[in-house]
């Protein structure tokens, strides 16, 4: 999450560990396997009930509209969609669909639905739901954050997003109750990762009917399909979950009630997790990771494919011109924020696409350019950078405002950048925050100069990175546009041959990179902390957190 997803800041890069449910790219897997916890006892939990804390609350949790990963925990254990993740080493595995069929051309996807599906409120859930569940997205007024991840791929989608008549068009369709057919517009090796996105889970056509956009605000009316179902919503404070005995594989699910609660510092969730109040936390504070790290504290500890950075709004002058961008790029020392500031073990990230997919063994990443930067500030560049662009000894520069939403931890990140930012160009900085929907709702809309943010992948492929570039793209929030790097990401997403797609995608990533759009900062992984009573919670590199295998040690 993303973000679509917001920055998470605490934890070092581990190697990448989702397999790959498709092309020839895979890597290992990873378990976010519960430690030691120094709270004693069984805390709250009793009869297979557990209090989880989030931090942030989520600017929506209607799957077929939020990009914001926030609402990432809620949504993908009340919702399932036509697959899912394993549990126990986060390959792509079959979810709603028990089985499906792929073209000799590639073109046509056949899905074979389980038998027997249903909603959470016992009602039959069927291949006719998911036509109408990608028909909502396709509608403006939905205000879907990811319909892209249908336009870009399936024939017809973007014709009906711009005319619902043209609803014969689409190729997405109801072969019977059980069938569902998809035809893409090109082969798309990767397009079962993406289905594995929340914009493609089903949602009841009948509960948003008899309740508009207020359904998610319901317990009664979030109506949904995946192994827990909502029990109660208590906005800015918990959503209570109960399992959902309709689900398909409800045998297999333990846990009968998720409290997440919401404790927005990290710091006040841990004394709630080290008096036994709580059995997880979903971050960690930054200055208390080396002490958990020595001690038996449940510390979990995730790979991420993901980035951390600031968007740069490449609209707005004088962000418009590229020698400006590099020149705050060079001014920003990583390896302080790194290892001073946040103390979370990074890796300095100099491009968009963090380390973790390979193609037949060979790593995306390999041999890949740093475009002059380092881990450490350039001033001399910097300066050198920004005296080309018009501005010697930052003269005449305006006063540059770096934004970034309510955060413990990003609050202080964004603090030492800009002290870096006056010092090492001569400039002025002005710093301002704001809770995290006004915030991004500003970010989408361009009202920013530079903004603290980041990206966890979608699925795992580097498209999911680059496609934040292309021009007039739905999550292309710095307004960046380069018809050279459009036509090969467009190249790289139809390439069937993955050797041939690497090498397309390496090649963009080598554009936009030279034209830093955004403030790469380092590519992350994630920390929470988990109870030894509470076993089989999962994480993907994803940032997807299941409770559908999880249960209590009594």
Request: hydrophobic share 40%; net charge negative; aromatic share 10%.
């Amino acid at each position: 999450m993303r973000i679509k997803q917001p920055i998470a800041l605490l934890a070092p890069l581990l190697g990448m560990s989702l397999l790959l449910g498709a092309c020839s790219s895979a890597t290992p897997s990873s378990t976010a396997t519960t430690g030691q916890s120094a709270a004693d006892g069984t805390g709250t939990t009793s009869a297979q009930e557990i209090i989880f804390a989030l931090h942030d609350t989520p600017d929506g949790i209607d799957p077929g509209i939020t990009s914001n990963s926030f609402a990432s925990p809620i949504i993908v254990n009340t919702f399932e969609g036509l697959v899912t993740y394993s549990t126990d080493d986060g390959e792509l595995i079959p979810g709603q669909a028990e089985s499906w069929d792929i073209s000799e051309d590639g073109l046509t996807y056949t899905f074979h639905l389980r038998s027997g599906l249903k909603w959470s409120d016992g009602t039959p859930l069927t291949a006719h739901d998911f036509v109408y569940s990608a028909q909502r997205v396709l509608t403006p007024a939905t205000t879907a954050q990811y319909v892209n991840l249908y336009t870009d791929y399936v024939v017809g989608a973007q014709d009906y997003y711009d005319d619902q008549t043209k609803v014969d068009g689409l190729g997405i369709k109801a072969v019977d109750d059980s069938t569902l057919e998809i035809d893409l517009l090109a082969p798309t090796p990767f397009f079962i990762d993406i289905l594995g996105m929340w914009a493609w889970y089903p949602v009841q056509e009948a509960t948003i009917e008899a309740n508009g956009d207020q359904w998610t605000n319901k317990a009664d009316s979030y109506v949904s399909n995946g192994p827990f179902k909502m029990s109660e919503i208590h906005l800015g404070e918990s959503y209570v979950l109960v399992k959902n005995p309709d689900y398909w594989d409800a045998a297999n699910v333990k846990l009968a009630k998720i409290t997440f609660r919401m404790i927005p510092e990290p710091s006040t969730a841990l004394s709630a997790y080290e008096s036994g109040e709580i059995d997880g936390q979903l971050t960690v504070p930054p200055g208390d990771i080396a002490r958990l790290k020595t001690t038996d504290s449940g510390l979990v500890i995730t790979a991420s494919y993901a980035t951390t950075f600031y968007d740069i709004n490449n609209a707005k002058a004088p962000y418009d011109n590229a020698l400006v961008r590099k020149a705050l790029n060079l001014a920003v020392d990583r390896n302080t924020i790194i290892n001073d500031v946040l103390q979370n073990g990074g890796t300095p990230a100099y491009t968009i696409v963090p380390p973790g997919y390979s193609v037949d063994g060979e790593e995306f990443s390999e041999g890949r350019s740093t475009f002059d930067l380092g881990p450490t500030a350039d001033p001399e560049a910097a300066r050198a950078a920004l005296a080309e662009a018009g501005y010697p000894n930052g003269e005449g520069f305006p006063t540059l405002h770096l934004s970034y939403y309510t955060s413990e931890s990003v609050k202080m990140m964004t603090e030492a950048i800009a002290e870096q930012l006056k010092t090492n160009l001569g400039i002025t900085v002005e710093i301002s925050n704001e809770d995290w929907a006004v915030y991004y709702d500003n970010i989408q809309a361009g009202n920013y100069e530079v903004a603290a943010m980041g990206w966890g992948a979608d699925y795992f492929h580097p498209m999911t990175f680059l496609q934040l570039f292309k021009t007039n793209d739905v999550n292309n929030n710095v307004f960046y546009s380069n018809p050279a790097y459009d036509e090969l990401v467009s190249q790289a997403q139809a390439e069937v041959d993955p050797a041939k797609a690497l090498d397309l995608m390496r090649q963009a990533e080598n554009i936009v990179s030279a034209d830093y759009p955004v403030i790469n900062l380092f590519y992350r992984a994630n920390m929470m902390l988990v109870s030894p009573h509470l076993q089989g919670v999962y994480r993907t590199t994803l940032n997807n957190l299941y409770f559908r295998s999880a249960y209590v040690v009594e």
